[in-house]
């Protein structure tokens, strides 16, 4: 009974730790593993997402097209690419937003620095991806195309403009990167991800061959990809849960040539794919039921008659039925409605002319100027609160001292005080009111006091870094103290992450080891 407790403890811990570790790590600038599985998924939302741009571009086409002839030169070429060359300049471009998210992840800009930067990441590829791909032939100094693209986000009465088409392009892609950066790398929410992504493609496509016109087969191109993309995508995230393989373990670095037969077994499957639609297709299908057409001739003739036996036994009822309702409708008297003219009044309000939400937005700048910057701001807001979100969740995991340090008389004082009450509660929820509860916040503490002084020398713990990896950083900040350390950070993730117990014993060995790590001079000399 008590292995089989230990055996489930640890698997929980396992796959807590596990999760911890996905939540923390970053997109790009992480494991190889981790990586491509973030490389895959943006694969996936760009190959589901572009049938929506496409479409909306040809609505928007016949505006489009009074613009002047390099610019509709540059969209025409930009619309008339094959769907392959699409889905990758889209892919390399939401690719460097994320890994420019990365990047500022890693320098530890604070709120709200971070935030300010990102929205002007965020202005800025708007601003140039609108200068390569619309105006690609002016000139350094001639800065005319950007009042056209402010001209396109406040002049929308005047007709849709590709600027603005561009700038929702670009919005949506750094929509994606605030909701992907500290994402659960989970099998459940890939998957669910992958079926979400796989509807919103099949609508997708639906809208470019049926609205927009476009052939067929642009569109089973582009669902190809996308299938491509995922099966890749939860083919990695499959083994990724199989990878950890004992405590506080994130999985080995994955081998190219695993790689090489993932890609090699998704490319199989849309290879056979294809082969089964050559074969299972409308034509295939009318020939097959078409051999077996005096069998349905036979079975047809069968039912027909089987349907006038019906009906000679229930026409007797029918013939009651229909005298019955022909005596109650003679006999019945009703209502004739008296017709009434409409008030005069009401008769000159309907002949009254009113103006149109749009009329108004024409005619009135100031008007259509204030809406525009109300729906500017919300946006705004809405990408500052994604980031925010991102960030609050990533400090949240991260902040795990459990013991105040100076004491302020700020608001955070309260806030400390709940989240510490909100890690006991957790820990009570997981050991009872017992010895291994106390022993569990020793450990705690004493992990979050080492942590303190290791920022304090130099060495703070990057805010999306779990503890196993952060052990470097340790030993570099008490030099010599490796083992020392390394038992402190197994035993914190067992405790943190887990429901494995530490007994009398072992929390005897951590207080020494604690002790000693901090009695020892900074540079490591005896």
């Known amino acids: 009974m008590y292995d089989l407790r230990i055996n489930s403890s640890t698997n929980r811990l396992v796959n807590r730790t596990s999760e911890s570790v996905h939540r923390k790590s970053p997109m790009l600038l992480t494991n190889r593993r981790h990586r491509f599985i973030f490389i895959f998924l943006a694969g996936m939302e760009v190959a589901w997402f572009l049938p929506f741009v496409l479409t909306l571009a040809a609505a928007w086409r016949p505006a489009m097209m009074r613009m002047n002839a390099a610019t509709t030169q540059a969209l025409d070429n930009l619309l008339g690419a094959p769907p392959a060359a699409l889905v990758l300049l889209f892919w390399l471009t939401l690719l460097g937003y994320m890994l420019a998210a990365d990047l500022l992840n890693q320098r530890l800009i604070l ?282 969740r990533q400090l949240t995991d991260e902040a795990e001292e459990m013991t105040a340090g100076e004491i302020d008389l700020g608001g955070n004082l309260l806030q400390r005080g709940l989240d510490r009450l909100r890690d006991w509660a957790a820990l009570w929820g997981r050991f009872g009111l017992s010895n291994q509860l106390l022993a569990a916040i020793s450990i705690q503490n004493i992990y979050a006091n080492l942590s303190r002084v290791a920022r304090q020398r130099g060495y703070p713990r990057p805010l999306n870094q779990p503890p196993d990896q952060y052990l470097p950083m340790l030993t570099l900040a008490f030099p010599a103290q490796g083992e020392r350390l390394a038992r402190i950070t197994n035993a914190y993730m067992r405790v943190h992450y887990g429901d494995l117990p530490v007994d009398e014993g072992e929390l005897t060995q951590l207080r020494s080891d604690y002790q000693q790590i901090l009695d020892a001079p900074e540079n490591g000399e005896a």
């Open 111 to 392: 709120l709200p620095q971070r935030e300010l930067v990102l929205l002007a990441l965020t202005l800025l590829t708007m601003l140039g991806s609108i200068r390569l791909t619309l105006y690609p032939t002016a000139s350094l100094g001639d800065l005319s195309w950007m009042g056209s693209a402010f001209g396109s986000v406040f002049n929308y009465t005047e007709g849709w403009r590709p600027e603005l088409a561009m700038i929702i392009a670009n919005a949506f892609l750094w929509w994606r990167v605030a909701m992907n950066s500290g994402r659960d790398l989970t099998f459940l929410s890939v998957g669910v991800s992958f079926r979400l992504g796989m509807l919103l493609a099949l609508l997708g496509n639906g809208l470019l061959t049926g609205m927009a016109h476009q052939p067929a087969a642009q569109g089973v191109q582009y669902f190809w990809l996308f299938f491509g993309f995922g099966l890749a995508a939860i083919a990695l995230v499959r083994i990724d849960d199989k990878a950890v393989v004992g405590d506080h373990s994130v999985g080995a670095i994955l081998p190219w040539p695993r790689m090489g037969q993932i890609l090699a077994s998704v490319l199989a499957v849309l290879g056979l794919g294809a082969a089964a639609t050559s074969i299972y297709n409308p034509t295939t299908i009318r020939t097959f039921l078409g051999w077996f057409a005096p069998l349905w001739a036979f079975i047809g003739a069968i039912l027909l008659r089987m349907l006038a036996f019906l009906f000679w036994l229930i026409s007797p009822l029918l013939e009651w039925f229909v005298a019955w309702m022909r005596d109650l409708l003679a006999n019945a008297e009703f209502l004739q409605p008296q017709s009434q003219q409409p008030p005069a009044d009401l008769s000159q309000q309907a002949n009254q002319e009113f103006t149109s939400l749009a009329e108004m937005m024409s005619q009135w700048a100031l008007l259509r100027y204030c809406m525009v910057t109300l729906v500017i701001v919300v946006a705004a807001a809405a990408l500052w609160l994604f980031f925010v979100k991102t960030r609050q």
